[in-house]
């Protein structure tokens, strides 16, 4: 098992406030992806940063590859109350032979 | 679009019984999976599924059994469900092994086990 730590744990911001949340691994990844999972669903993709350095942007949302590639992040602007959910890393079969995911970061954005 | 589809959202079974959670998928996907999800612990894999009648264990396959008969259906046993079973179990297939591999889910189930 690779161990992915994502901090923080929760978070419970007001709508409008900006953020940022961590993905740390010890190992390097050829590639991360992250998930959002919202209440009641399963996880569905957002992204997938495949090169050291990498920044890719969706929206609001702006997701960085770390130059390792050991650890990545997803800053969040001018949060909304549909950014609430569950955020997940996860490396697309890791360097073992499964498919594992994160701690994962519980947002909530009040309005 | 993809589709995974778990048999039942929710699930309430009692201590001792024998629980089946099944899962298909629609897009003739290679790889799939079961995660039981808990607070605080994230996605812990059960157990995968790489081909017809082909398994691996993953992290905690303790008190669980799997079966995959066809490509598209794979289930998740309790042969003898506990309290400790209490979760939100996961299912998720993939199509191949590639950095851009994605996993698609199902909408889980929420079992409970009194």
């Known amino acids: 098992t690779q161990l992915l730590e994502q901090s923080p744990q929760f978070l419970s911001i007001q709508e409008g406030e900006n953020l940022t949340v961590y993905c740390n691994s010890s190992?390097?990844?050829?590639?991360l992806q992250w998930y959002r999972q919202e209440p009641g669903e399963g996880p569905v993709l957002l992204v997938t940063?495949?090169?050291g350095g990498e920044v890719k942007k969706l929206k609001r949302l702006t997701f960085q590859f770390g130059d390792a590639r050991k650890d990545s992040s997803l800053h969040i602007t001018a949060a909304q109350p549909g950014d609430t959910g569950l955020y997940l890393c996860a490396p697309p079969w890791g360097t073992g032979n499964q498919f594992y995911f994160g701690t994962g970061t519980s947002l909530t954005v009040i309005p | 679009d993809v589709k995974v589809t778990q048999s039942s959202r929710y699930l309430v079974k009692r201590t001792g019984e024998k629980v089946f959670l099944e899962c298909v998928q629609d897009m003739d996907h290679e790889n799939m999976f079961w995660y039981r999800q808990d607070p605080g612990l994230g996605l812990r894999l059960i157990y995968f599924?790489?081909?017809?009648?082909?398994?691996e264990k993953g992290d905690i396959p303790e008190g669980y059994s799997v079966s995959r008969e066809k490509k598209e259906r794979f289930s998740l046993i309790l042969e003898s469900a506990s309290t400790n079973q209490t979760s939100m179990y996961l299912c998720?297939?993939?199509?191949?092994?590639?950095?851009?591999?994605?996993?698609?889910f199902g909408q889980g189930t929420r079992l409970t086990v009194v």
């Open positions: 190992s390097v990844f050829s590639s």
């Open positions: 998720a297939s993939s199509p191949d092994r590639g950095p851009y591999t994605e996993a698609f």
């Open positions: 940063v495949v090169t």
């Open positions: 599924s790489y081909d017809v009648k082909m398994k």
